[in-house]
Nanobody
Framework: EVELVESGGGSAQAGGSLRLSCLGS????????LVWYRQRPGNECEEVSR???????MSFGAVKGRFTMSRDNAKRTVYLQMNNLRPEDSATYYC????????????????????WGKGTRVTISS
């Protein structure tokens, strides 16, 4: 059974940092493209960052230059280091795995990965 479990969410002040982790099991972790999405209150899910099996990363939108995604295949874990946090970064953050041959699912986030975790909540105060 495929499982993705996010951790590391919580509260922080604006300008602070948090590191999210996502532990994957039940699939070929090293071969998977992994993603972080977020859903801010009242908004659609949006992609934050992605990392390919070879380690190349890409970040999107307002998080560029502040958030860094990395992976440790030996630990089957992907990370999202979030620095210089802003109140508008408050959201539920979801980890997703894009697995070759497995169709995307839109629950609980959006049509962007084969499997999703349940999410971890981040709240940033000004």
């Amino acid at each position: 059974e495929v499982e993705l479990v996010e951790s590391g969410g919580g509260s922080a002040q604006a300008g602070g940092s948090l590191r999210l982790s996502c532990l994957g099991s039940g699939f070929d972790f090293a071969d998977a493209r992994l993603v972080w999405y977020r859903q801010r209150p009242g908004n659609e899910c949006e992609e934050v960052s992605r990392i390919w099996s070879g380690g190349k990363t890409m970040s999107f939108g307002a998080v560029k230059g502040r958030f860094t995604m990395s992976r440790d295949n030996a630990k089957r874990t992907v990370y999202l280091q979030m620095n210089n946090l802003r109140p508008e970064d408050s959201a539920t953050y979801y980890c997703g795995a894009d697995i070759f041959g497995v169709p995307y699912t839109s629950e609980p986030c959006t049509d962007g990965a084969s499997y999703w975790g349940k999410g971890t909540r981040v709240t940033i105060s000004s």
